[in-house]
């Protein structure tokens, strides 16, 4: 790594056939240094960790970042400076010699953009929500800056394993609790660490390069990969588009009853078993249970028209609906319940589950129909009213869509545990974990504006002739429905529901596709599922003619994997899956089974192991013994390296002293405050839907101005 006046030039390497630009691989990363300010006094933001929860409630608690080295890699040469000043006259050597566009990659943007916006004007920013940033465009420089975080969906220590890179991102070679600033000299292993971060993300695009041959034709997020390929596929067939087309709404009512009825997979405890160590566990998982419900079910095919019916007797199989029902006097009939309170308006009288509803005086939601039959079995109903129906003809996806699903699924299948093919076996593998993630996208979301006068964000409104013009496009475009991704999660809540109905007494906990349970359930309930399953695929096969070895392929040993199907977790080295058990809630459980070390490939007895939302898999070193996991386990950030962030986007100059004793003025005009996050285990119990799209607020139709 050199000092950037080193930099004597480069060639550019023209790609583009209307628009040129330069094919090189540009990488960006800072280091900062997070501190904070006590009674006017600075500490190194560590110290924020040994505040009580009553001071860090304090109002004169300020929270401030510096940044004290920057690298900038041209492929794989590496420069670095000390100053935003230093990046400034850099970039302006850049510009000389290679004036044309240029494009930069930044892993998660989101938190170098936070200390860009304060020196660089912007021209252009895309982001899904407030500070996540996709795309952004310097206004004096050609660059367009792209996050590679956001392309790969992983952690940049992750990148060299999963993409098979022949480097590694340095680990614990940079103490982030010490205070640094811009002259706080480093050490040769500490410039290595700083070197590597942008090593390990340029080899990463040059992986990608293999792929898509030019910088900027590289997909910006994670799902655009697969989406890609799907749309590559699809973009001249206009059998395809015609039969996507008929299932795209464009009455924006309809839009907003299909963004009311969405929910995600169901997460939840049972409270029969919450706080229990229990013995000798079980769990079954659904095979690729999204795309088993994309490949071999029917979806809407047609755009949803409002009809009058009252009852469910009134309803038919030929028909998918969207129903807004008021329920009167409910009570669930089983232990595990279904009907999430925050899918519920007007919700009067309520007992609650762990965030789900056991009973209630009354409520009104808008769900589908097959919910709807879901809730009407599992729950005892005085009476129910559909005030509004909306009903859609049913058939089965575009068979190249199937068929593209299915390929993903034999790749992925074919490649595992085959050692000659890793590489291969990590791309399909994400591109089929994406399919899930392109199926329930809403592209129409509010626009995220970003005001480069002032720094700040906003999220705003679309207008309903804003929402109308976007639906119209869709539907031109005919790639995908969302109505779709609607069905395929209900259409998956209802396989796994169904099965919780029937083990009912024996269900400890359940996640989207799996479900765990004690001992003395009926193992037939999964076999007679499964028989339900292959049938329902043979069907299908011989329906589209898409040979059932595709639903079914083979891995290396020659073993098929029916898509699907429930099958019986075990790592082959315990009779069953766990050997002890406790759950707390949702996303809160642990438990003890024997495991087979990676690298020794030693018999670990018991070894403990956690899943806790919000808590790396390393906070299990804190439990000596299965029975601490309980209320108030603390989870220090010392084993987790669990952080938060707090932004300013005003920050003012203020002098600082590093660990060797150094003064300096920092003068970053904003900043992402970096702050260790403890946490402590309780039974809040939180339950979400966990939706998968996490971009900014969805828009909505404003139905009382039309």
Known sequence: MEIWYKYNGHDAKVVGKKKKYDNNIYVFDIETTSFITVDGVVYPGVYYDKLT??????????????????????????????????????????????????????????????????????????????????????????????????????????????????????????????LRHSKTPLTEKEMGYCEYDCIVDYYYILEELKTYKEVGKIPSTSTGHVRRELLNITL???????????????????????????????????????????????????????????????????????????????????????????????????????????????????????????????FEMTITDIDFYLILDCYDIESYEIKEAWYSTKAYLPKKFIEFVLEKYVNKTKYKDNPEYELEYQREK????????????????????????????????????????????????????????????????????????????????MDTDSIKLVQGYDKKVFDIYNESVIKRINYVSKALRIPVEKFAPKDIHGISHMLGVFDYETNGLNEHTYNRFITQGAKKYAYERDEKDKKTKEIIKNKISITVAGVPKCGCKVLKKLEDFKDDLYFPYEITHKMSIMYNDNQEPIEITDYLGSSYLVTDKSSACILPNSYTLSKSWDYTNLLIDNSSERARFNESIN
């Open 430 to 509: 994400s591109k089929f974990n994406s399919l899930y993630g392109m199926s329930v996208t809403n592209n129409i979301r509010s626009d995220v504006i970003f005001d480069d006068s002032t720094g700040l964000w906003d999220e705003v409104e679309l207008s309903n002739e804003d929402i109308i013009e976007k639906l119209k496009k869709e539907k031109n475009k005919g790639f995908l429905s969302f109505s779709y991704g609607v069905f395929v999660t209900a259409l998956n809540r209802n396989n796994l529901f169904r099965r919780v109905m029937a083990l009912d007494d024996y269900v400890v906990y």
């Open 53 to 178: 929860e009553e001071d860090k409630k304090r109002k004169d608690i300020k929270y401030y970042a510096t940044m004290y080295i920057w690298q900038f890699s041209i492929n794989e040469k590496v420069y670095y400076g000390r100053t935003w000043e230093d990046l400034e006259n850099f970039l302006k050597l850049l510009e000389v010699y290679v004036p044309m566009k240029k494009y930069l990659f930044i892993h998660n943007q989101a938190f170098e953009f936070q200390f860009l916006k304060g020196v660089f004007n912007f021209s252009e920013v895309m982001a899904r929500k407030s500070r996540k940033v996709m795309i952004s465009k310097l206004r004096d420089y050609n660059f367009e800056i792209k996050c590679s975080y956001m392309m790969s969906n992983a952690a940049l220590k992750d990148l060299p394993k999963l993409f098979n890179l022949p480097v590694e991102k340095k680990v614990g070679d940079l103490n982030y609790d010490l």
């Open 236 to 362: 001249r067939d206009y059998k395809y588009k015609r039969i996507v087309s008929k299932a795209i709404n464009t009455n924006p009512i309809v839009f907003n009853r299909l963004q009311d009825s969405f929910a995600g997979g169901i997460t939840h405890a049972s409270w029969l078993y919450s706080d229990m160590i229990l013995e000798n566990v079980d769990s079954y998982d659904i095979t690729s249970a999204y795309p088993y419900v994309l490949t071999a079910y029917k979806y809407p095919s047609s755009e949803f028209k409002e009809i009058n019916i009252k009852t469910r007797e009134e309803m038919t199989d030929k028909f998918y609906y969207i129903l807004t029902v008021e329920f009167k006097n409910v009570k669930s009939k089983y232990y595990n319940t279904y009907i999430s309170s925050s899918k519920c308006k007007n919700l009067r009288g309520c007992k609650y589950d762990n965030g789900r509803v056991i009973s209630a005086d009354s």
